[in-house]
């Protein structure tokens, strides 16, 4: 039976019942600030970007929610099922569901504090040993022959870097040695690699790599021997390993820091078949514009001679020659015809004077010329003619036939 | 200048610096017509071979222990 209670026993609503709860776990400073570690489950971010999941251990479970803005900071951590962590928050009640769940600002990987205290020392010493030292860096070969390749070779990196030398530069020849990238037999199976890759295949350039994962999964690239033997590989080594935001010791000792597997596939072959294609294309030319001009050059010379020989063919000459004798002839024609001219003017010079001497002309202003009949004689004295001879009288016209008294 | 070698024998390195001394001998050098011509054939020769190795290089990927690495794709 029911006893009557003493006092009367208080009711509450469902809403007054949570919010007693609410107020109850909020009120509890350490609750409020408070740190808790365990396995991640039930990850979810649905595209509201806020993070949800459920913390829990071997003996309980613990909702969690990551608002949009904190979660942003997490940037390239994979989380995933599993992962151990620590979160930062405070407890709160989620009255719809009755539910209390922690309202998480702060969340890494278990360990990660005590991870970065031995990553720190570690740089420290083998930095002042000059593992990283610049002039240590050797140059990466513009233009490989032999690329070593040092990874999974089940991972994503292998194929992506694969792809990257297919596309680039097929030429090359590229040896795989696998290695584990995780876990605790990596570092000694990649030293191993390195070792073998160098001794027996002689590469140009080693490509130490690995995908993204978390601090724990890319550890063995801050392994102390795997960094010695970067640094001492006979070829020079580019590291690619994780994100463009991880940075492992390996980075530091290598002779080219890659932020990706891809990248650096890219930086091994600095000089791609297209680009060769182009230079082979460019001497191409230079040889066909070579040969053109020794031809072009030849038929110049050629020209030459063929137009000096022409200058001097007997053919010429003969055109010459009769161009000569026409000129002659011209000349002569018109030497003959000026001393024509010059003898016609001299003539009529003398015809003139001749005319002037003529003794005719005289009788034309009334003189007579006498001569006698018998032989004759032109007189010029009267006795030479007694009286009795017969006489010509030539007048200006006519003549008169006398007898002297 | 020339190496003995064939050329359809010379990797692209060497088939390349054999055609960039062709080019460089055709241009420097005085040379009879019919050398000239023998320069040039064999300069085309090698720009053949040269291209045709670059456009049918295919990647050659073994693994260390001598195997042919077969990709899974």
Redesign the interface.
Known sequence: MNQMPLFETPRLSVSEFTRRIRRLLEGDKALQDVWVQGELSNVSRPTSGHLYFTLKDAGASLRCVMWRSEAARLGALSLRDGLFVETHGKVTVYEPNGQYQLIVDVLRPAGEGALYAEFLRLKALLEAEGLFDPTRKRPIPP?P?KIGLVTS?TGAAL?DM?NV??RRL?????????SPVQGEEAPAALVM?LK??NE??GPDVILLARGGGSIEDLWAFNDEQVVRAVAASTAPVISGVGHETDFTLVDFAADLRAPTPTAAAELATPIT?EE??A??ET??Q??QE??TR?IAE?RQALHTLQSTLKFYAPARRLMTEQQRLDDLTHRLTRGLTAHFALETTRLNGWRDRLETLNPLSILRRGYAVVSRVEDGRILLRAQEAPPGSNLHVQLAEGRLTVEVK | MTTSKPIEEMTYEEAFAALQAVVTALESESHSLEEALALYERGQALVRHSAALLQQAELRVRQLNGTVFAEES
Request: aromatic share 6%.
């Open positions: 233009f022959r070779p194929r694969l030398l297919r097929p030429l090359v020849e590229v040896m795989l040695a696998p690699a073998k890759l027996q295949f078949r060769l294609l230079a082979l001497n191409h230079r040889l070579r040969m020794q030849r």
